[in-house]
């Protein structure tokens, strides 16, 4: 069986512009001297990124004692304005436990306390992160999480050309589960890294179909030269 340059070329064009109208944009945001509000200074660096297609979420934080008595921590973010002054039930909140590595998400209240889980108490899914002594590093995919509503100002855990932070790390945490869900969670002390409209990175990313169409175009010419 042949496949024809008329068949090829057609195919590499649509290739072509799949590439060019469906590029992912990763959003990347760093600050390599954070340092918070409240208690005495903990962060030593704060970094995210965000894939506007596949909406995978990153945050690693680093602190700067080592070890560190930070066991807590809550998280919320958007595309621009600080999240604290957001709409009711428009963003998610992450809620991260250190002694357990637990990281559990509600949607966010738009209060400035850490009441979600309780008020309105919205829960939407638990995952895991991973932390030493003096950091630790979320990797989510938040697809389920930002489409729990289909209000166009729910945005849950997103950001791209510019980001809003409200994070919040705790000392004498105390985290008590219902399952999956938070049933207690207070703390003795907190320390906080608010930021509003800061620029990140773009960095351009071929959708995996490209690649798809890539692999399928060489093994149509490889057939191709085998029956010449």
């Known amino acids: 069986m042949r496949f024809s340059i008329k068949i090829l070329f057609p195919l590499m064009l649509c290739m072509a512009g799949m590439s060019q109208s469906a590029l992912a944009d990763l959003f990347v945001f760093e600050d390599l001297s954070a340092n918070n509000g409240g208690f005495a200074d903990k962060l030593d660096s704060v970094a995210g990124s965000y894939n506007d297609i596949s909406e995978q979420f990153t945050w690693d934080v680093e602190f700067n004692a080592d070890p560190t008595d930070v066991d ?7 595309n621009g304005p600080n999240p604290k002054s957001s709409n009711t039930n428009e963003l998610a909140i992450m809620y991260g436990d250190l002694d357990t590595n637990i990281l559990t998400t509600y949607v966010y209240n738009g209060q400035n306390s850490a009441s979600s889980w309780s008020n309105p108490g919205i ?3 638990t995952d895991s992160f991973t932390s030493d002594s003096n950091s630790f590093s979320i990797d989510l995919n938040a697809a389920a999480i930002n489409d729990w509503s289909s209000n166009p100002l729910y945005t849950g855990i997103s950001f791209d050309e510019n980001i809003g932070i409200w994070f919040h790390i705790s000392t004498g945490s105390n985290f008590v589960y219902d399952g999956n869900e938070i049933d207690l969670y207070n703390f003795s002390s907190q320390g906080w890294y608010d930021r509003a409209n800061l620029t990140t990175t773009s960095v351009p990313e071929p959708f995996s179909f490209s690649l798809l169409m890539l692999g399928l175009i060489g093994l149509f010419a490889g ?6």
């Open 72 to 78: 807590g921590f809550w998280l919320v973010v958007n």
């Open 123 to 125: 829960y939407l899914q």
């Open 223 to 228: 057939r191709r030269k085998r029956v010449l």
